[in-house]
């Protein structure tokens, strides 16, 4: 880094990196807590919206500071379709991909295939019943089949006032079979 932080025993007070869209319309600075550590750190910056942002890093102690180099990335916004027995769904809040996993609003597809849908506000769960299946996810949390728990690599999240759910595990939790279609970022659903 460059700068004019000093050697103050070795003691860092803040360290992280700060981001900004190619607009400069934000600017964001992510701190570690872990202030005086001084290795590799990664933190995890989600819902940004596909555009340019430059970021760089930066420590301070009550000696000075430093920036480091500025660097960039871009986030593409690859459509991802979703076809449930041969109908291209259309969402309010669009399908993502976060850890491999393909994320879907709940409530479109569950009563798409013919599930009925509840919300429970208070407890922060979805449950979806069709014949005799239920499905509940507590968001953030646990996943249950008729009682069961089943894990789930990427937990139930509400994104834009939306539950979103690994799609696969919803789909095959209904005995449906789900491919996906790598090259043209296709999932489809066949009851």
């Known amino acids: 880094m460059n700068g004019n932080i000093i050697d103050n025993g070795g003691k860092v007070d803040e360290y992280g990196f700060i981001y900004w869209s190619a607009d400069n319309t934000f600017r964001k600075t992510v701190i570690e807590e872990k202030a005086n550590h001084t290795g590799v750190f990664s933190k995890r910056i989600n819902n940004l919206t596909p555009g340019t942002y430059y970021y760089k890093a930066y420590a301070k102690n009550t000696m000075g500071a430093a920036e480091g180099g500025e660097y960039s990335f871009t986030i593409v916004n690859y459509a991802i379709k979703v076809i449930i027995d041969g109908e291209l769904m259309d969402f309010e809040v669009p399908a993502f991909i976060e850890d491999d996993r393909t994320m879907v609003p709940f409530r479109a597809i569950f009563e798409e295939l013919g599930a009925s849908v509840q919300w429970d506000d208070k407890a922060r769960t979805v449950t979806a019943a069709r014949e005799n299946l239920e499905i509940k996810l507590v968001i953030d949390g646990a996943a ?28 095959e939790a209904l005995g449906c079979n789900v491919t996906w279609d790598e090259i043209n970022k296709t999932v489809v659903i066949t009851q």
């Open 144 to 171: 249950y089949k008729n009682g069961e728990i089943i894990n789930l690599d990427v937990p139930a999240k509400i994104i834009n006032s939306r539950t979103m759910v690994p799609l696969r595990f919803v789909s």
